[in-house]
């Protein structure tokens, strides 16, 4: 077994350093060394996109990412998306369109919805079935997901 | 196009019911709070690994597990010569039927293994990364047997046998893999096809296929040394994993305790056990708590997919469009234990049409596949392409459009049921006329290799046995305690149906779902059942609660019981005008007292007030649901589009409509990637060959166009609020309704699942056939 390592990083806005082998995926480090189980486990190939969390702005499949190569990034996972108790439009457009049902995909969701309207804030339908192909939800049939993100950017336009 | 709710009938006026709340357990899911069973964590916790057998069928010469208990960091090492054995018997578990004998030896494979993925010894170590290490320690001698992959090649006369001991009732004193045998019969098929002037026959495989939860199945099993044990685990049913864990761990099911997790997802896959008596075993034997979670190929390979199936059916009409005949052959394939769900399958193919002269003959297969569990309205996808595309051709062949010709041949209220007594009051003309009347049947589709296609499909639905606990507390909020694990929002429903009964607006009441020791036995989140049973004991236990308010307030106006009523949250005295409590004026010159003011009181009064109910629903509230989709034909690659999809449904009553459409939409998802992309790829050694997400293709929000939504209220006049249930039945039609889509685009008739661009491609260019 390779050496421990050292990791610093930003986690959710705040400098935050752990120690992980070498082995371990950035999700590992996240759900067992660090006890963030927002991102969830699906596949572990990266093809569900439960686990999504934003490295420097970017979605990435933590599953894919070693613990390691968070050295010097800023990362963002579910749990900070909220501003303190005040929920994301995203997040309260989720709840209010119903667009969760078992609910373990939403926090991936939430991560690669949030990325989108980052970078682009007027997205049309087609861009949004386009941003979230990465991730996949087998309980809704995507409508009430797509819907609460386009309500959401119109929200947060509205706020702008 | 937005969805859009259609009550076709519900004359009774609610306060709560039928609006849309949000639901009270999501915060915690959209904050990443919400803990499902891989989230528990313990201090001292190992963690395990499964190892699996990668034959599909093979004797076990032997186990040596000595150099894995060696690696530094495993604490224990188990095997199936670690679990009891059981006699093989049938047992019943709610509604599922269980041998405890196969249940454990799929557990753990003893003797032989009899499918890729067979768990054959587990590891509990104190990293997963050392666990999967042990793995590769354990030595274990095969002596590779013929695996047996389908139907076809288990069913005859020289096949290579699965079970030693399994036999028929067909054939007894025989080896066998046909587990079961069901025939149903009414009326003469024979003189029904000579009143036909058309008659289809057809022959129709569909693969088998997986429920898809994205959350792979998980347990912490810790076990105590006075002889308990506590299991977290995400499930469907907690009561069954209770009790299938107690009888293959040979332990008394009192001594268990499972604690339900959050699910996610689970569609039926999650109402049998797999890790959760292993967990326990790892636990005894390293005295420390244990967490074991599945991978997704784990998941795939060696939980329990539905069945994959062959179907012949013979169907027969006039040129008026009457239906005259229907006959029907239908196997099954198992898997490795008997149980299909292929008397589903028989007692659904038919349902929703009024046929004097039917003949079915059903078969359950073993074969070299993981053991089929429950998936959506279990084995009626199925049956519903091979019925729906053969009545889509007679109404072809009659010149009559696809759903009049349904709802001329439709049941009704008094029509027989293939299997049991007449329907009572149905919706299914009401939920034909429903798809009819939509804005997608009434608008026109024009285009190159473009077709429209329609299908229908029933679903039982059940009851069973549900327990509820209504607390009142001392401010007047309630909560609202079950057994049912939440699986789409149905706690929501249930907060819903105490508020309406209390009085309280939905915010006021928490709905909670608690573990096995905590509540009355609870049968599986499954069946379609939870709104109808668990809700019916929720409205049962409020109503309790409401005669202990009724008795106190009673008791505080010195009247009797008879005379107080119960009007909007508050108990008036009889002859009151007014249900508020602000107007202490009244008729009889009592004041009314609202809830919160007797809650407030209740120490005064007599102590606590909580409702309780226990119910055993044994009546259904038969579901019916007809989907509607437009596609385009890709003739160069045989891809297939879906442009446009609209699935109508009768739920009887919808409690909170939002996640009514969210089942309908969820079951229409999936039965759109079964009819186009998904199945299980065996290699003729009997490995599967696409284990993960990415060739196990579902359907992602590029795959799907909106999917529009028409609810169809046709109340079920057995239960008192009109619900009949709407977990499954949207999952029937879809594929029906692609293959008959993909008809009428290109003129050729699929008789495979799924509809994948190999398969159609290779259809398409076979020269055609009238």
Request: glycine share 10%; net charge neutral; charged share 20%.
């Amino acid at each position: 077994m390779a050496m421990k390592q050292i990791v610093e990083t930003k986690l959710n806005g705040e400098p935050v350093e752990f120690i992980c082998e070498p082995r371990q995926s950035l999700l590992e480090v996240l759900r067992d060394n660090l006890g963030l189980t927002g991102s969830k486990e699906g596949c572990l190939t990266g093809d569900c996109g439960a686990c999504s969390v934003l490295i420097n702005g970017r979605v990435a499949c933590s599953c894919l990412v070693l613990g390691v190569e968070a050295q010097g990034k800023e990362i963002s996972t579910i749990e900070g998306m909220a501003n303190g108790s005040r929920l994301h439009p995203l997040q309260q457009k989720f709840l209010e369109h119903a667009s969760l049902q078992c609910g373990i995909c939403t926090p991936g969701f939430l991560i690669a919805a949030k990325a989108l309207l980052d970078r682009n804030p007027s997205p049309s339908e087609p861009d949004v079935r386009y941003a979230l192909a990465g991730n996949l939800c087998r309980c809704t049939g995507y409508d009430k997901i797509v819907k609460a993100v386009l309500e959401a950017a119109r929200e947060i336009r509205a706020a702008a | 196009m937005a969805a859009s709710t259609t009550p076709t009938s519900g004359e009774k006026k609610f306060r709560v019911i039928g609006t849309r709340p949000v639901r009270p357990d999501g915060v915690d899911k959209v904050t990443g709070r919400a803990k499902y069973g891989a989230d528990y964590t313990f201090p001292g916790l190992l963690f395990g690994k499964v190892l699996r057998s990668p034959h599909a069928h093979a004797r076990i010469k032997s186990i040596n597990i000595e150099e894995a208990k060696k690696l530094p960091g495993v604490k224990a090492v188990v095997t199936g010569e670690h679990l009891p054995g059981l006699k093989s018997e049938s047992d019943q578990v709610g509604e599922i039927a269980m041998n405890p004998h196969y249940l454990s030896l799929n557990i753990f494979a003893r003797g032989k293994v009899l499918y890729d993925g067979h768990a054959v010894a587990a590891v509990a170590a104190t990293s997963p990364h050392i666990a999967e290490e042990a793995l590769g320690l354990i030595e274990v001698e095969y002596e590779p047997l013929p695996p047996v992959m389908t139907v076809d090649e288990a069913m005859k006369e020289d096949a290579t046998i699965l079970l030693p001991e399994l036999r028929n009732k067909v054939t007894p004193g025989k080896q066998t893999n046909i587990a079961g045998y069901l025939q149903l019969k009414r009326g003469d098929v024979e003189a029904g096809f000579k009143a036909a002037d058309f008659i289809v026959e057809r022959e129709f495989n569909t693969a088998m296929v997986h429920q898809g939860y994205i959350e792979p199945h998980n347990a912490v099993g810790i076990y105590s040394s006075d002889g308990h044990a506590t299991i977290y685990c995400s499930t469907q049913g907690p009561f069954e994993v209770r009790s299938m864990s107690a009888k293959v761990l040979g332990m008394e099911e009192g001594k268990i305790k499972v604690v339900p997790a959050e699910i996610g997802g689970g569609f039926g896959g999650k109402t049998t056990i797999y890790l959760e008596p292993v967990s326990v075993m790892l636990s005894k034997e390293s005295g420390a708590p244990v967490k074991m979670v599945m991978t997704r190929s784990e998941v795939l390979r060696a939980s329990g997919p539905t069945s994959g199936s062959k179907i012949k059916i013979k169907m027969g009409c006039t040129k008026k469009g009457e239906i005259t005949a229907a006959q029907v052959w239908m196997a099954y394939e198992a898997g490795a234990f008997p149980g299909s769900p292929v008397n589903a399958g028989a007692m659904t193919i038919l349902a929703p049409y009024k046929i004097e002269n039917t003949l079915i003959d059903a078969y359950d297969v073993v074969v070299n596949r993981p053991k089929t569990a429950a998936y959506r309205a279990p084995g009626a996808t199925n049956a519903a392409m091979a019925s729906e595309t053969v009545i889509d051709e007679l109404a072809e062949k009659c010149g009559i459009d696809p759903l009049d010709f349904r709802i001329q041949n439709g049941a009704a209220e008094g029509s027989p049921q293939p299997a049991g007594p007449p329907y009572k009051r149905i919706g299914y003309i009401e939920t034909c006329q429903a798809l009819k009347n939509s804005p997608h049947y009434k608008s026109k589709l024009s285009g190159k290799n473009r077709g429209r296609g329609v299908a229908t499909g029933f679903w039982f639905n059940v009851g069973f046995q549900s327990s509820a606990i209504v607390n009142i507390h001392g401010d007047g909020t309630a909560s609202v305690v079950t057994g049912s694990p939440d699986i789409g929002g149905s706690r929501a429903s249930m907060a819903m149906i105490a508020a309406e009964v209390l009085g309280l607006s939905v915010e006021d009441v928490r709905p909670v779902v608690t573990d096995t020791d905590s509540i009355g036995h609870t049968d599986v989140t499954g069946g379609s059942r939870v709104t109808t049973a668990t809700g019916l004991a929720v409205f049962d236990a409020a109503n309790d609660a409401v005669r202990q308010i009724k008795e106190r307030a009673a008791r505080t106006w010195e009247r009797k019981f008879d005379e107080v009523e119960f009007v909007n949250g508050n108990a008036v005295a009889k002859g009151n005008v007014s249900g508020s409590a602000n107007t202490p004026i009244t008729e009889t010159g009592v004041a009314p007292l609202s809830l919160k003011e007797i809650a407030a009181k209740a120490a005064r009064t007599g102590g606590p007030i909580t409702g309780r109910a226990n119910v055993n629903v044994r009546s259904s509230g038969p579901a019916f649901a007809g989907t509607c989709v437009d596609v385009e034909v890709d003739p160069e690659t045989g891809k297939v589009q879906i442009l446009r999809a609209t699935v109508t449904q009768d739920a009887g009553r919808a409690i909170h409509p939002s996640y009514v459409e969210g089942q309908m939409q969820g079951g229409t998802a999936q039965g759109l990637g079964w009819a186009l992309n998904e199945e299980y790829f065996y290699d003729q050694n009997g490995t599967l060959r696409n284990t993960g997400f990415l060739d196990y293709r579902m359907p992602t929000c590029l795959d799907l166009p909106e999917i529009e939504t028409v609810i169809v209220e046709v109340a079920n006049p057995l239960h008192p609020l009109g619900v009949r249930g709407v977990g499954e039945v949207s999952i029937v039609p879809p594929p029906a309704a692609v293959a008959n889509a993909i008809a009428h685009a290109t003129g050729v008739r699929m008789t495979e699942l799924p509809m994948s661009p190999p398969k159609l491609l290779k259809a398409l260019s076979k020269p055609k056939k009238k």
